[in-house]
């Protein structure tokens, strides 16, 4: 288990110090780290399940936000969020604080308050989903169109 952790942590950190830090690389490293279907996001994703299979989690936090997970994920896919949340404030964020000892911890505090910002985004609008759905399945019930045909 603390194989695996040490290895998702040195991968990480190596990614992100590429990115920042290797401007010829920054290209290459991004697509190949964390364009969809890229090879090394396969890698992280695989790491990070390995290590929550492992894991019993009992914290009512942390249960409450995994449920919105998703969301984040989808919530920072459309171009001017990721641009506006992430890619402006991080290169602000380097360009104040210069080194790596200061911008690391910096940009996962402030990623870590993002998702949050978006886990309760996702947990405001779930009711509001809760009654799309119900309108849908009234509607597939009036119309018969809940039953497939073969």
Not at 8 to 34: C, D, Q, R, S, T
């Amino acid at each position: 288990m603390g194989g695996i952790i040490a290895a998702y942590f040195l991968l990480n950190f190596f990614l992100v110090l590429g990115v920042m830090y290797i401007p010829l690389m920054e290209g290459n490293i991004w697509k190949y780290a964390f364009g969809y279907n890229s090879p090394i996001m396969y890698i992280n994703c695989i790491l990070v399940l390995a290590i929550f299979s492992k894991i019993n989690i009992t914290n009512k936090f942390v249960n409450w936000a995994g449920g919105s997970i998703f969301a984040c994920y989808l919530l920072q896919c459309p171009g001017i969020l990721w641009e506006n949340l992430f890619v402006i404030p991080v290169r602000h964020l380097d360009a104040i604080l210069t080194t790596p000892y200061l911008t690391i911890p910096c940009i996962c505090a402030y990623s870590l308050f993002i998702m949050l910002v978006f886990i309760c985004v996702d947990k405001i609008l779930s009711p509001l989903w809760d009654v799309f759905t119900g309108f849908g399945q009234k509607l597939d019930a009036r119309w018969h169109t809940n039953v497939i045909n073969s």
